[in-house]
């Protein structure tokens, strides 16, 4: 079974509107973190935003929030304002069960392409 | 400035060939990963090392080897025995904790065996 999915493949959102990505997870661990990541063309995996599985308050930074529902085990990321440089592959991750003899192993969904226009 | 160094960026072989890939972090962070990407994919773990001269096979570990002689350095070896080695391959670092850290990538090196 997948252990993070994203369901949209592909999305567009004009110039200066909100959009939100997809992401369900599954895991039996009580204590996880999920991750977002965003990759322009250029191929490097920039860090946008995370969310503790204890924490209360859905994470912000910026334009970047995340709409996490516990019980419905999605962390749906939201870019508010959206912007030409937005346009890249976004990709959410989880990490389960902190640090253990398994380590810390990041394990991605399959991405959604996000399409910025004007 | 402080990153993740990984080259070079595009690295072209013939079939039969082992290649090493680089990875250089000056994070001073003890845990290094080594991911790859195939197109239209989320990435895949390779290895992994949480401290010097320690690492673990991740989920696709089969044809390839790494080291961690020095805490900063994680070099990749994609050996003959990998059946579909074209990939893009990204490295990353973190710190290791009692919580839940991100991990930083590098600009990542496109492989290309022909």
């Known amino acids: 079974a997948q252990k993070i999915t994203q369901t949209q493949p592909g999305m567009f959102v004009q110039e200066k509107e909100a959009v939100t990505l997809d992401c369900t997870y599954d895991t039996s661990d009580q204590s996880y973190g999920l991750f977002w990541y965003k990759q322009p063309s250029s191929g490097e995996m920039i860090f946008l935003i995370y969310?503790?599985?204890?924490?209360?308050q859905n994470a912000t930074e910026g334009r970047y929030s995340l709409n996490f529902q516990k019980a419905r085990k999605s962390a749906n990321l939201v870019i508010s304002a959206s912007q030409l440089g937005d346009s890249a592959m976004y990709f959410c991750a989880m990490l389960e069960g902190g640090l253990t003899g398994g380590g810390n192993k990041l394990t991605f969904g399959t991405g959604t392409q996000l399409k910025v226009e004007l | 400035d402080g990153g993740i160094t990984q080259s070079p960026k595009y690295l072209f072989r013939k079939e039969g060939q082992n290649v090493t890939l680089s990875c250089e972090q000056n994070l001073n962070h003890d845990a290094m990963y080594w991911y790859r990407q195939d197109p239209g994919q989320g990435l895949r773990l390779i290895y992994y090392?949480?401290?010097?001269?320690?690492?673990q096979k991740g989920d696709i570990a089969e044809g390839y080897s790494v080291s961690r002689e020095k805490k900063e350095s994680f070099p990749l070896t994609v050996t003959s025995a990998q059946k579909n080695p074209t990939a893009f391959y990204l490295c990353a670092s973190s710190i290791v904790g009692g919580d839940f850290y991100e991990q930083y990538f590098g600009p990542g090196t496109r492989l290309t065996v022909t």
């Open positions: 090392s949480q401290i010097v001269n320690d690492f």
């Open positions: 969310q503790g599985s204890y924490d209360e």
